[in-house]
């Protein structure tokens, strides 16, 4: 197995995963990936960017959604129809939490009032009362096609209360060591000394800035222990929609062999995988800028991605085995009228949209189970054996066990594709267009 292994370095063959080092070292601990509590032997995590549960759902039937909410001022203020591609962005760092939490601007306890959205702060050329807004349902057809065969979860919540850098740890950590806002520098372990991230106290008080760079562990450490084959699809961590790429800011990944075998650029590759018969046990897949549904990007990509990545698993040979969970990771500085939970100094944030898509998912259903960007790491420890990882995970519902979510006694539901997609040469065409220019800055996120 030595010999093998050094042949194929010599080689040149792709650096292994931890689990193949592992066996080249003589240990022989069984593969975990074929032995689940459910049926499920393929978990795949979708994150899409930036928005409200309101913002895309309002008026979802059985869901609960809102036409109207309130300012500082105690004003009633209409919902008004926004495009997907709208130019300005909201903002949704930690200190835009606080202000739409409590109209006051001081920082929330236990409860919030909903009353602020008004101060959060928008990008130029808003107009009147920017996170009041929702997205017309004929510009989001892919989404709520899934949302009407599959589950809508409508009482989802962000696990952290600020944006993407720490959203994109809990989706692999459930946890982001303090780390609050977005890191000064490079959004991970590949920056210099200077790089630094601001930290969140338990009171929710400013504490030290820390690097950006974790040794927490994650799925994918757990993963590799266990013989669970995993991947994470996202841009190159130097281009476009590289700053989501999550384990860039895990220590142990990001600077081990991991980071070659089961880190890949860009997400296009998804689709190629999938047709050539090729799926982990885990996915996550995060989007370019221009997939990414993210406010202020100009480009409304987002619901043909989703499809096409949908409908790529559903048309092949691992459907009848795959959980799709579809997710954005944070509300965007978008209005929702439900109150996030107090759980703890970072959590919950404000409600997020969470799509259940598998063979023995419900059909049409709303489930109104609370979960959190942590309850689709839950499922995937749950599912495959693994421990939990922190303090969200450990309190975060799986959705495994929810009646209104999955029903493992039913025979696998025949997949029907999803209107709106668009065929993998387009996809790696964007792709190598992206990469040629240089990302966009976009507001809270740099």
Not at 84 to 93: K, M, Q, S, T
Not at 262 to 290: C, H, M, Q, Y
Request: aromatic share 12%; proline share 8%; charged share 20%.
């Amino acid at each position: 197995m030595v010999l093998a292994l050094a042949v194929c370095i010599l080689a040149g063959c792709a650096p292994p995963g931890a689990a193949t080092l592992r066996q080249a070292q003589g240990e022989t601990r069984p593969a975990q990936g074929d032995t689940t509590k459910t049926p499920i032997k393929h978990v795949i995590f979708i994150v899409q960017e930036n928005r409200s549960f309101n913002n895309l759902f309002e008026g979802f039937p059985g869901a609960t959604t809102a036409k109207y909410g309130h300012d500082q001022y105690g004003k009633k203020i209409k919902i008004r129809p926004r495009d997907l591609d709208a130019p300005w962005d909201v903002g949704h760092a930690s200190d835009a939490f606080f202000a739409a939490c409590d109209g006051t601007g001081k920082l929330p306890g236990t409860d919030c009032t909903m009353d602020g959205w008004n101060r959060e702060g928008a990008g130029q050329g808003a107009p009147p009362n920017p996170p009041y807004s929702y997205v017309p349902q004929d510009e989001i057809k892919p989404y709520w096609t899934l949302a009407t065969q599959y589950v809508l979860a409508d009482n989802t919540f962000a696990s952290n209360l600020d944006g993407s850098f720490v959203a994109h740890q809990y989706i692999v950590a459930a946890f982001s060591s303090h780390a609050v806002d977005f890191p000064f520098g490079i959004w991970g372990c590949n920056g210099g000394s200077g790089d630094k991230v601001p930290t969140l106290t338990d009171k929710r008080a400013t504490g030290p800035s820390i690097a950006p760079c974790f040794t927490n562990p994650t799925i994918a450490s757990e993963a590799d222990a266990a013989g669970v084959g995993w991947r994470f699809y996202a841009g190159a961590i130097t281009g476009d929609g590289g700053i989501w790429s999550s384990y860039q800011a895990d220590e142990k990944i990001a600077d081990g062999p991991d980071w070659k075998a089961d880190v890949v650029s860009p997400p296009s590759r998804f689709l190629k995988d999938v047709a050539k018969g090729k799926l982990a046990n885990v996915t996550w897949i995060t989007p370019t800028f221009e997939t990414s549904d993210h406010p202020g990007i100009k480009n409304a990509q987002g619901p043909a991605w989703v499809a096409s990545v949908v409908d790529a698993i559903g048309e092949s040979k691992f459907w009848n085995s795959s959980a799709i969970f579809l997710f954005w990771d944070d509300w965007g500085g978008m209005f929702d009228p439900v109150k996030p939970v107090f759980e703890d100094y970072d959590g919950l944030g404000f409600r997020v949209p969470l799509i259940i898509i598998s063979p023995y998912a419900k059909q049409g259903s709303v489930t109104h189970v609370q979960y959190e960007t942590a309850s689709v790491v839950r499922f995937m420890e749950d599912n495959f054996g693994l421990g939990q990882l922190a303090k969200a995970d450990a309190r975060a519902n799986d959705p495994a066990n929810d009646p209104a979510a999955f029903d493992y006694s039913q025979k696998p539901r025949t997949f029907k594709k999803i209107a709106g997609n668009r065929p993998l040469w387009y996809w790696m065409q964007l792709d190598r267009r992206s990469a040629q220019r240089e990302a966009p800055r976009i507001l809270g996120d740099d």
